[in-house]
């Protein structure tokens, strides 16, 4: 995907999300790539599946993966000059020869929204999905609604099927998600896709024999606020100013040591 600044906000705001966008060059990738190899092969890929979560604050490579230019350039572009890096996490759908499905249940993600548990108001968040792989809908592409953050935030539920990989393991019941408007956001290695909080948004189980893995990363505007949630309770011990000033200072900046500011 190639447009500027303005074109980006606009097809945000209508549509809920941007997809394609290219962030790492081949160099890069291959570099990320690597270190993310070494963690796998320290934790082994049933941990790594799910459970490297805001290591950002850990690995400078994983902080310059969420700081990086042509990312930051997409992601103030529809949430303003100010930017705060709330929480990242990787996710990957292993083949199930990688990592053998438990008790034969093959890992989803539900249809839900991001921000329905995340604790904070006063401004929108937006979601990064870097690929670390090609994505496609044999390996369990992400798919969106379109035009679904116009609605509001939706009921959710715990879902009735096993294998969501949701920390909550919440859903939107079926018959407040318009399935048959559903868009597929394939992506190439190194490619992102961005989408709003209250865009619904699922993907299906990995049927390949690849793997499936993208570093997701979560970014609000300066101006939004921690609320207390009696539903999920939340700290934020990871957040990080990564673009702009924060004359709010409703997040503390947890900036690690290592991480060089250029702005």
């Not at 999300?17 to 993310?36: G, N, P, R, W």
């Amino acid at each position: 995907m190639k447009a500027d600044a303005n074109q980006m906000k606009s097809m945000y705001e209508e549509n809920g999300y941007l997809s394609a966008i290219h962030v790492l060059d081949q160099t890069e990738m291959e570099q990320a790539s690597k270190q993310y190899e070494k963690l796998e092969q320290k934790f082994g890929k049933e941990y790594t599946q799910y459970n490297l979560h805001n290591i950002h604050m850990e690995h400078e490579w994983v902080m310059n993966l969420a700081s990086h230019p042509n990312l930051l350039q997409a992601i103030t572009a529809v949430l303003g000059p100010n930017v705060i890096l709330l929480d990242s996490r990787f996710i990957c759908k292993y083949s199930s020869t990688d990592v053998p499905h438990k008790e034969d249940i093959a890992p989803y993600v539900a249809w839900h929204q991001d921000i329905k548990y995340w604790g904070f108001e006063g401004g929108p968040v937006a979601s990064v999905w870097l690929a670390f792989d090609d994505v496609d809908t044999e390996n369990g592409v992400l798919q969106v609604i379109p035009g679904s953050h116009k609605q509001g935030v939706l009921e959710h539920r715990i879902a009735k099927i096993p294998g969501n990989m949701l920390t909550s393991n919440q859903e939107i019941p079926k018959h407040l998600v318009n399935v048959e408007d559903a868009v597929e956001c394939p992506l190439k290695t190194g490619q992102m896709s961005i989408h709003d909080g209250l865009t619904v948004h699922a993907s299906e189980p990995n049927v390949s024999d690849r793997r499936r893995c993208g570093f997701v990363i979560r970014y609000v505007p300066t101006i939004a606020y921690p609320v207390e949630d009696a539903e999920r309770p939340r700290t934020f011990p990871a957040t990080v100013l990564v673009a702009g000033t924060d004359e709010f200072q409703n997040f503390n900046d947890n900036a690690p040591n290592f991480f060089n500011k250029t702005f």
